[in-house]
């Protein structure tokens, strides 16, 4: 076991796991923020999408020794009070039907709108596609993403 | 359309009321028994004893109006919409309602099954008649006080007016309230009276879900846990020979290995186990360790020796039998009408078809886990469980425990399609946690989740039909099915009553594989089956397949038959209206549309697939959806519900695919598994028929027509019909164009 000194949410935490351990489960088991969900372990599902800089990316398969220096991050930083465009437009519509993928949907989403402020539907689809709802909720995460574009325009 | 009438129903002693220490007024109701008479109510807020109520309502002094419901959550939205029914009833504005999740840190409750499609149903009567007997209550306490009639007194928005117009608000009279006796059959509100019913209500966790708090199972954690990860049999039919767990313990985090499933094992011999227990009573070689990552790579480092208990089963042994069932004769007839013999022997022509399924995995995003912490006092589940009930039971068994010392406390369900209905994941926690001593957590893998689960089992339908003189005269259904059958009143459903000889049959095929229910039971393929022999009836009859079900149903109109529960005017009514909606009457250039109409679950659904030819491949854009659930509780939860049901029945249909060689599962994560994303989901527009009447449920409803439009529109798209799940291997062009 070894220490490594990760970035999250604006916050430095140390976290003392194996260097193979994901930062998936650094962040449920060791740091206590279980917005970050568990799909699928292998990058097909999106359950784990957080940002490394910005960026979305799956948590499941990303080792934590490769993070030092990394800004992360999580569903639980995205605003602390629900306030983000993306948390709006999700309220508005009512997205969640059982809500376990949605932590997922919206980190996948605001990172989208940062690089695609205005995107077309078809947009919207594609940037949207790698994160499976199991309850179907497509049609409602798709009107979404389409709100939260004009709320940040 | 026939008014619902007011409630004449009966409820005598179904709801108890106290004063809060703390303030305030409590009251504890049952929904569907009297409350037991020895049965206590608080005074303090944190110890409400679910074990004798099934919910609690807390009246606060500010008015506030706080809703303690154990009732879980799967995704189907009671959490939302059964709490409205009170606050309807109660006379208070929505927005001073909050919903609780109860029943943690009680000592035991039971009786809570969240059954999603039902729930509404059963609720709907008790819930309004709770809310009316609490403002009724809190009406005679501002009577009192003023010493008026209370039928002088009104009560609206949480407020009591006498006739002289004097206020009163709801926490203002709490106190005296609550030592009031409980008044017996209110009236109820006519349903033009609503003023919540039938409004939109957002999702009562959505701010918690939107930021990431915990409420799911696997995100319970209490002081001291510790996780485990379970190496159950790679194959249905094996058993544990020996293991070598030296690796595993050279993990940096592995803590214990250990093996369990003998408890489990003395199950087996009660008469018929349940799935749950069959699942739970083979050895199984358990890795205990201080992380889920840990304990997962710890199972990954086991060396396993498994040797064979029963035969290894393939599907395509399963196909060939359950075919030669079908061509065979041992059938038990669920329903018969008529002669179809006669019918089949005197007919012009003769149409037989038929339909096949592979078995189905539920995939819920959450995979099972399940915290257990036995000690000598008590015994502790947590989790998400459709059915805490029942698990408490089995586990009292398991583990030789009184069922006092059990208590179950449900979490929020990351999806539930039939899955956490069996507590197998639950059981075996418990017995790790009774090994161990430890407070635990189970968490399976993806790959543990659909490779060692339940199953929708396999089937096949062969339907046959006989026309005379241009009309149906017979129409036979033949169902074989892995472990068990459809059950019921599914053999009572349309075509059944509109059609003179008609016999619906059933046989199964005995497997090791654990099958069960999956959302809509039977009915998410037999519906395919059907309608999809139906729309070819239709062809051959040369008849518009809308207009032939329309003609149907005249027949069924003022049937005496009990076991008819389907009304033909509902769906008449649901016909018409997604008809008109879809444009199904004025065709574009390219669009081809498949209709079907279904009955299931109390609620008549028909639906309209638009597929156009995308790269030689149809693709669907859009599913037009008429339901007739009665009244609408919450629309915004109820559309959600629609358009979840109508793209999971689309994805399953097209995409679905799962079966078993040497007794092993085909596929054992998302990556081969193909479940349906958004670029694939087609738009759902839905509308309902508007009425008066009780509402049904809309948990399972759209689904199983969904795959049957499909298939009907991409018939007409491609020109060959499909007689096989998923579409996606059986829907190529009859020519390939271009
Ligand atoms: S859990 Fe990471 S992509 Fe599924
Ligand atoms: S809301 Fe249930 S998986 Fe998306």
Redesign the interface.
Known sequence: ?ATFNLSINGKSHAVE??AD??LL?AL???L???????????G??G?CTIHIDGNATRSCLLPISSLEGKEIT???G??T??SHPV?QA??EV?V????????GQ?MTASAFLETNPKPTEEE???A???????????????KAVAIASEKIG | MSKQKTSNFSRRGFLKASSLASGGMLIGFNLFTACKPKAEMPIDISKLNFADFNAFIKIAENGMVTIFSPNPEIGQGVKTSMPMLIAEELNVEWKNVVVEQGGLDTENYTRQVAGGSQSIRFGWEALRQTGATARQMLVNAAAARWNVDAKECTAKDGVITNAAGETLGYGDVVKEAALLEVPENIELKEPKDFTIIGTDATNVDIDKIVTGQPLFGLDYKEDGMVYASVLRPPAFGQILESFDATEAKKIQGVLDVITIGEKARKLLNSEDPAWSVKLCSSDKVVVIASSTWAAMKGKKAIKAVWKIDTPLENSENHNKELLSLLDGKKFKTMRSDGDVKKAFAQADKIVEKTYESPFLPHNCMEPMNFFASVNEDKVRLVGPIQTPEALATSVSTLLDRKLEDISVEMTRMGGGFGRRLYGDFAMEVAEISDVIRKPVKMISSREDDMTTGVYRPAIKYRIKASIKNGEITGYQLKEAAVNGNMYGLIPNFFPAGAIENYQVDVASLKSNITTGAWRAPYTNFLSYAEQSFLDELAEVLEKDPVQMRLDLLQKVKGTKDEKIKYSPERLEGVINLAVEKSGYRTPKEGVYQGFCSYYCHNTHVAEVADVVMENNQPVVKRVTVAVDCGIVVNPLGAINQIEGGVVDGVGHAMYGDFSFKEGEPDRNNYGAYRLIRMNEAPKVDTYFVKNDLSPTGLGEPTLPPAGAAVSIAITKATGNRIYKQPFIDNMAPKEIIG
């Not at chain 1, 709802?133 to 497509?138: L, M």
């Open positions: 076991m796991a194996d351990t994901p489960w449920r088991d060791h206590e923020m279980v917005g970050t969900k568990f799909g699928c372990g292998i097909q599902c359950a999580t569903i639980e995205l605003s009070d629900g948390q999700w309220k009512d969640p039907q059982c809500g376990y993928c949605q932590a919206i919207i689809k594609v949207m596609n790698g994160n499976i709802c199991r309850c179907s909720a497509y049609n409602r995460i798709q």
